[in-house]
């Protein structure tokens, strides 16, 4: 290898991949490229990766081509969590998906943007930890499911009620968002109920890279869940998929498995709106009793955690191959 030859193989690649090349070495006709990805969103390094092989396999000396992905700063996906009605499981099951997420190998952090009705702290077990500041941003909290947070539950006295402006909510979102979250990749935001102000700071400053959609069985938590998959699209928020929670119900007693809401609704639902359907969660007295001792049951190894695993996997996958969207850097 000289360097006329890297200088000839770098010249094969368009000026904005080559101006990310750090260093380019051919030894027995493997090409080992370290490419500086900072900027990127971590989904978009396979495409940076896979312009790079096209651009260089073939070429005259060039038997294999590896690429080594380093960056400077990840800039964290934003994944959603929403729902059209209240009381689906959005926050019990933001919490399991990011504990999920983080058994998956992902560095995770999470949002709670309820800031009126906080439940984060309570799920992750953080209730009064407090975060500080640096240089007037947020350092999230640790929690013991190597998933740090933040929530309003932690800046408020337990109990207390929050009724802010509209524009306050917008801020305390906007801290939460623009903290210090270092490595983290994916940031699950565990959002309100509804479309309020919480939403549309959401869309309009902090677009998320995609939206999951919580819904029970039943019909008319099906008809909220797509007014919210509506708010979503017209924000130009990929929706990932719809996730039905509560769905069965086994008896402590005697394992009947009963269904209080139907069966199959969420499922056809998201058929019939041309969304994927990431999986169930059963209505099981062990979530929520966990849930409220502030241990996620995703984090644990009971028989609940494959389906979280699994939920997680879809979500993951989508993350790694979504399709670019218009105006994405990656498009290079
Ligand atoms: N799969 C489940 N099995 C048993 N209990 C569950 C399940 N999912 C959620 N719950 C319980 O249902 C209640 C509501 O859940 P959660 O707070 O996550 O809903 P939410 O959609 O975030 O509500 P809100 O709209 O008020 O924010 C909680 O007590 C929670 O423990
Ligand atoms: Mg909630």
């Known amino acids: 290898m000289n360097s006329l030859d890297a200088d000839r193989l770098k010249s094969l690649l368009p000026a904005a991949l080559a101006e990310r090349v750090r260093s380019l070495r051919l030894s027995a006709g493997r090409v080992t490229l370290v490419v500086d990805a900072t900027g990127l969103e971590v989904q978009e390094r396979p495409a940076l990766e896979a312009q790079l092989r096209a651009a260089l396999t073939g070429a005259d000396g060039v038997a294999q081509v590896h690429v080594a992905i380093m960056a400077d700063k990840v800039q964290p996906v934003i994944l959603a969590v929403g729902s059209g009605k209240g009381g689906v499981g959005k926050s019990?099951?933001?919490?399991?998906?990011?504990?999920?997420?983080?058994?998956?190998?992902?560095?995770?952090?999470?949002?709670?943007?309820?800031?009126?009705?906080?439940?984060?702290?309570?799920?992750?077990?953080?209730?009064?930890?407090?975060?500080?500041?640096?240089?007037?941003?947020?350092?999230?909290?640790?929690?013991r499911w190597g998933?740090?947070?933040?929530?309003?539950?932690?800046?408020?006295?337990?109990?207390?009620?929050?009724?802010?402006?509209?524009?306050?909510?917008?801020?305390?979102?906007?801290?939460?968002?623009?903290?210090?979250?270092?490595?983290?990749?994916?940031?699950?935001?565990?959002?309100?109920?509804?479309?309020?102000d919480v939403q549309l700071t959401m869309l309009q400053k902090f677009k998320p890279t995609g939206a999951v959609i919580v819904s029970t069985p039943q019909d008319l938590a099906l008809m909220d869940a797509a007014r919210a998959v509506s708010l979503f699209e017209k924000g130009g928020?990929?929706?990932?998929?719809?996730?039905?929670?509560?769905?069965?119900?086994?008896?402590?007693?005697?394992?009947?498995?009963?269904?209080?809401?139907?069966?199959?609704?969420?499922?056809?639902?998201?058929?019939?709106?041309?969304?994927?359907?990431?999986?169930?969660?059963?209505?099981?007295?062990?979530?929520?009793?966990?849930?409220?001792?502030?241990?996620?049951?995703?984090?644990?190894?009971?028989?609940?955690?494959?389906?979280?695993?699994?939920?997680?996997?879809r979500v993951n996958d989508w993350l790694v191959q979504r399709p670019l969207q218009p105006g994405s850097q990656a498009a290079l």
């Open 92 to 143: 019990t099951l933001s919490a399991n998906l990011a504990v999920a997420l983080a058994r998956l190998g992902r560095k995770v952090g999470l949002v709670d943007a309820d800031i009126s009705g906080p439940s984060q702290a309570r799920l992750l077990g953080t209730e009064g930890q407090r975060p500080v500041a640096h240089e007037n941003r947020l350092v999230p909290v640790a929690s």
């Open 147 to 196: 998933v740090p947070m933040l929530s309003m539950a932690q800046l408020t006295e337990p109990g207390a009620a929050i009724a802010w402006r509209g524009s306050m909510v917008a801020g305390a979102v906007t801290q939460f968002l623009e903290a210090h979250w270092d490595n983290a990749e994916i940031i699950v935001v565990d959002l309100p109920p509804g479309t309020g």
């Open 237 to 313: 928020v990929p929706v990932v998929g719809v996730i039905e929670n509560m769905a069965g119900y086994a008896c402590p007693h005697c394992g009947e498995v009963s269904d209080p809401f139907g069966v199959g609704g969420a499922e056809a639902a998201a058929a019939a709106m041309g969304l994927d359907f990431l999986g169930r969660i059963p209505l099981d007295i062990a979530i929520r009793r966990e849930s409220d001792a502030g241990n996620p049951i995703a984090a644990g190894d009971g028989p609940q955690v494959q389906a979280f695993l699994a939920l997680a996997t």
